[in-house]
């Protein structure tokens, strides 16, 4: 029995040495990369997989999911955010995709990194390439495969078609389960991940500007420009970012939106005293982006401490960082109420004599600015809307009143 029991551990063991796998190198932040026709590369958007980790992705349901663009009868790779990107058709053999992936092969060095596509609902799949030899996945593979409910050609023929696919990365010995080979990663018991793929061409909104960038204006900050943007989308689950060009068309900068229809963003790390003209665009999780917007006027970023000695509103100014809407209105506060009366004259001459001192502290302390700009909304609000205040302020003395009676 105890002979048994050694034999079988060793066996067990044996196995988890030799055991394989292939997994993100990054599962946090997966990196699936587009190989334009030319062999220039730019990151996909690519949405992180379920599971735990150091298993994140190795099941169907919990698959990454890429986007990836693809040409089309109206020259759709003009309309990739990066001008220098080549978008390649269907057909393309040297376009496609590449993956940031580690890989243990358990020692065994006849073992390849083997795609296989999905090619029915009952989970079977078909080997269409080995990474290991070509180094990325081609157009033409994705394409070749008999794939039931999937047609590559209508790439060709449409400019607004989107297809699905699921594709499993492993490790198999090509000699015997190379390409063509037919597979079950459920049934089969096989280690690796799985990655959903969504294929567009689809910029039709796009060249009819039913979606697209209206308006832009610009604002300085210090070493930053603010912009305030508009916009029309029809498609708006979509849309994903805001590329940011220059008034020459040539490529700034791309930021996440939060706010898609409207809303305001900061473009950082610029020189002050240098004039910026910024255009933008929308651009969706394919990488297609819309019509870029007229250009901004231009624009210089300058140091907070000038933009104080203009205003004289220090700590606002300071918590704020730029010129804003509710630095405007205690101004006209300060002139129109304060500046009106000896007492409140007195009170701008002690802000003043004061408040200059404690402006380094907040522009080197974000939290303080933060604050700063959380008291000077709340100020704002209660004095933009004193009577409604008011009354609620009495509305709750007279409830606490009343049910203090009641209760006593």
């Known amino acids: 029995m105890k002979i048994l029991f050694i ?110 596509i999905k090619v029915d609902s009952d989970g079977n799949y078909e080997n269409i390439a080995n990474l290991s030899t070509s ?43 190379g390409i063509g080979r037919d597979l079950n990663p459920s049934s089969d018991e096989l280690d690796g991940i799985f990655i959903n793929l969504s294929i567009s061409n689809d910029i039709e909104d796009y060249e009819n500007s039913s979606t697209r960038v209206v308006s832009v204006t610009s604002q300085s900050g210090d070493k930053l420009i603010y912009l305030y943007y508009s916009g029309t989308l029809v498609k708006e689950s979509v849309i994903r970012s805001m590329a940011i060009y220059q008034s020459d ?13 409207a809303g305001e963003l900061a473009v950082n790390k610029l020189t002050n005293g240098q004039s910026y003209a910024f255009k933008l665009a929308y651009v969706d999780n394919y990488g297609f982006r819309t019509d870029r917007s007229a250009a901004t006027a231009a624009t210089a970023p300058s140091q907070v401490e000038k933009l104080l000695s203009k205003t004289q509103c220090y700590l ?30 007195r009170f701008v001459d002690f802000y003043y004599l004061t408040a200059p001192h404690y402006v380094r502290y907040i522009l080197d302390n974000p939290w303080l600015a ?3 700009r959380a008291l000077s909304y709340t100020l704002y609000f209660i004095l933009n809307n004193f009577i409604a205040c008011l009354l609620g302020l009495l509305a709750i003395i007279g409830y606490s009143t009343w049910h203090a009676k009641r209760t006593t």
Not at 79 to 101: E, K, Q, R
Not at 249 to 261: G, N, P
Request: charged share 25%; with cysteine; proline share 2%.
């Open 249 to 261: 068309d040539s490529f700034f900068r791309i930021l996440d939106l939060q706010d898609k229809e």
């Open 316 to 345: 606002i100014t300071a918590g704020f960082g730029r010129e804003h809407t509710v630095l405007n209105y205690f101004r006209y506060i300060r002139d129109e109420y304060l500046l009106k009366s000896s007492l409140g004259s």
């Open 370 to 372: 933060k604050t700063i």
């Open 135 to 177: 180094g990325f996945l081609s157009y033409e593979a994705l394409c070749d495969a008999n794939i039931d409910d999937y047609s590559c050609s209508d790439f060709n023929s449409s400019s607004d078609h989107t297809e699905e696919a699921t594709i499993f990365l492993y490790l198999a010995d090509d000699d015997n389960d």
């Open 7 to 116: 034999t079988t551990f060793l066996i067990l063991s044996f196995q988890s040495l030799q055991a394989t796998s292939v997994r993100m190198s990054d599962e946090d932040n997966p990196v699936i990369t587009l190989r334009d026709k030319d062999g220039d590369t730019v990151t996909l958007f690519t949405e992180k997989g379920g599971g735990n980790s150091g298993s994140v992705g190795t099941t169907e349901a919990n698959a990454f999911k890429s986007y990836i663009p693809i040409d089309g009868p109206s020259n759709q790779a003009n309309f990739h955010y990066l001008d220098s990107i080549n978008v390649g058709n269907y057909l393309s053999t040297t376009s496609g995709v590449s993956f940031s992936i580690d890989v243990d092969n358990g020692g065994d060095g006849s073992l390849d990194v083997m795609v296989a």
